[in-house]
């Protein structure tokens, strides 16, 4: 049985419209985290993340310096994975580049609206849209954020709606 959290989830979050730059950014590290992991020890975690993290504040991450990098690889509380926590930070200065806002850069590879899928077996891990974004999040200095961790934020964020058609969870609209 899956549990109470992942349930609260699927259904308050996933694939609810989500635009802003600092909650882009914090849901972007999260699946970052989650690469090669169940997401349910994600979402366990994410009090331990945001507080670790200072609240995924852009600003306060970027700054980060190797002190940082060591309180975190010993906080017990979030994945200990030095590249995923440096890829963090790294995203941070990033994010603070950038000459666009976030959250308008990620939703341009937005694709257009499809009905829902059928089934589980329908929906796909990677998509011509998650591609161009991995990749042009690349060219930006971002890391960790390939092809299934871009469409993993484009559905947790309801770029994309991929509640299978049965779902009682409403359709999106941007």
Same mark, same amino acid.
């Given at each position: 049985m899956?549990?109470q959290?992942?349930?609260?989830y699927?259904?308050?979050e996933?694939?609810?419209v ?6 882009l950014?914090e849901?972007?590290s ?15 975690k ?5 507080k ?7 600003k ?6 190797d002190r940082?990098?060591a309180?975190? @690889? *010993?906080?017990e509380?979030?994945? &200990?994975n ?5 890829? $963090?930070?790294?995203? %941070?200065?990033a994010? #603070? ?7 308008d850069?990620?939703w341009s ?14 929906v796909?891990?990677?998509t011509?849209?998650?591609?161009? @974004? *991995?990749?042009?999040?690349?060219? &930006?200095?971002?890391r960790?954020?390939?092809? $299934?961790?871009?469409? %993993?934020?484009?559905? #947790?964020?309801?770029m994309?709606?991929?509640h299978i058609?049965?779902?009682?969870v ?5």
């Amino acid at each position: 049985m899956q549990s109470q959290l992942y349930r609260d989830y699927h259904d308050q979050e996933w694939g609810r419209v989500l635009r802003g730059r600092a909650a882009l950014f914090e849901r972007m590290s999260l699946e970052a985290f989650q690469s090669g992991l169940s997401w349910l020890i994600i979402l366990r975690k994410r009090n331990n993340f945001r507080k670790a993290f200072d609240g995924f504040n852009i600003k306060k991450v970027a700054a980060y310096t190797d002190r940082d990098v060591a309180r975190l @690889m *010993a906080d017990e509380g979030i994945v &200990r994975n030095r590249a995923k926590i440096e890829a $963090t930070i790294s995203n %941070a200065r990033a994010v #603070a580049e950038l000459a666009v806002d976030l959250s308008d850069l990620l939703w341009s590879y937005a694709p257009p609206r499809r009905p829902r899928p059928k089934t589980l077996a329908d929906v796909p891990s990677i998509t011509p849209e998650s591609q161009a @974004m *991995a990749k042009d999040l690349k060219k &930006r200095g971002f890391r960790f954020v390939g092809p $299934t961790t871009a469409y %993993a934020l484009m559905q #947790a964020t309801g770029m994309v709606d991929d509640h299978i058609a049965s779902c009682w969870v409403p359709p999106t609209v941007t």
